[in-house]
């Protein structure tokens, strides 16, 4: 029996720079351009990945990029990574479990739309949120009114309900995974590290702001932790701040795990907020309860009109 010779793995470069290459789409814009400007050059420098350009650049995350398509769609797809095929196999892994999770939810007022899969390059395509995402939103928004907030809080608990409801845990609940649309409604987003009904997942982790307790090695997170996440995502959408902004991240991680929480009463929502991080809302059901009753007793006392919520 013949024995295929193991062919290691290139050396792990000190720096890795993508390089993108324009893609086909991009031939009627530049008709003047040589062909070599679409074509992956023969020779390649260390550390450079080529990659064809499926739309124009938005982010790039540690395994993924995202791109918006000339039809306006976003694109998620896997970073190649021919110097660590191990992390870019998991990479297509975690796009493939997160259009698995979109399938299964469908369709839903609280969740981006499902355009497209390509199941040979992992490709996911989503509806595009041209807003961007809550914490960048709050971040770079010099004034947010309270009835804005009063909503995006509602929605936020509503959206984690409508994923609870059918069996799907969040796992990373965090205002950078809530996205906004035109009208300035919430959804949510990202579910490459989501379990649901038959698959669990057990991948990355919302951050020790957002978290009662470190995870461990292999720890799956329940819809308890979702909720907790929610507590915080609530305190930073009344506030503007993540949790202990003033301290770093050990010492975050070590007043949550010491039930030691920030000051609340002074925000709206705040006992809603507490009752999330003491785990005395067992639901995220119970949390959309509470902050309807939080807001009714403020109109009744302030004898101001209800809100109405929108969901498209």
């Known amino acids: ?15 890795i720079r993508y ?31 080529y990659y ?6 938005v982010r790039r995350g540690a395994t993924a990029l995202v791109e918006r398509l000339p039809s306006g769609h976003i694109a998620k797809t ?22 698995n999770v ?24 989503l509806e595009d949120y041209a807003k961007g995402d809550l914490e960048t939103f709050v971040r770079n928004s010099s004034s947010i009114d309270i009835n804005t907030r009063r909503r995006w809080a509602l929605q936020a608990a509503q959206a984690l309900d409508s994923l609870h409801s059918i069996g799907v845990t ?7 995974n809530f996205l906004l649309n ?69 010492e975050a991680k070590g007043r949550f795990e010491n039930s030691s929480f920030p000051a609340s009463d002074h925000l709206e929502y705040g006992s809603v907020i507490r009752d999330c991080w003491n785990g005395q809302l067992a639901t995220a059901g119970q949390v959309v309860q509470a902050l309807v009753h939080a807001r ?6 302030n004898h101001t009109p209800a809100i109405v919520t929108t969901s498209d």
């Open 102 to 125: 979109y399938r299964f939810i469908g369709s839903s007022p609280f969740v981006p739309k499902l355009i497209d899969w390509d199941s040979k390059c992992k490709t996911l395509v």
């Open 182 to 250: 035109d009208d300035m409604n919430l959804r949510i987003c990202d579910f490459a590290g989501s379990s649901f009904p038959g698959h669990a997942a057990s991948t990355g982790a919302p951050g020790p702001r957002y978290q009662s307790r470190e995870w461990g090695r292999g720890y799956v997170p329940n819809q308890a932790d979702d909720i907790f996440s929610l507590g915080s995502v609530l305190y930073f959408v009344m506030c503007g701040e993540e949790p202990f902004s003033e301290l770093d991240e050990e």
């Open 296 to 301: 009714g007793l403020d109109r009744a006392h």
């Open 19 to 49: 390089v993108p290459v324009p893609g086909d789409w991009e031939r009627k814009l530049h008709p003047a351009w040589p062909e070599s400007s679409f074509q992956v050059p023969d020779s390649i420098p260390e550390g450079h990945i």
């Open 52 to 57: 064809i350009r499926k739309g124009d650049y």
């Open 170 to 176: 969040h796992h990373d609940i965090t205002p950078r």
């Open 1 to 15: 029996m013949l024995h295929r010779a193991h062919v290691p793995d290139p050396p792990r470069p000190r720096r």
């Open 78 to 99: 896997p970073l190649p990574n021919p110097y660590e095929p191990d992390i870019e196999r998991k990479s297509r892994q975690n796009l493939e479990h997160e259009y």
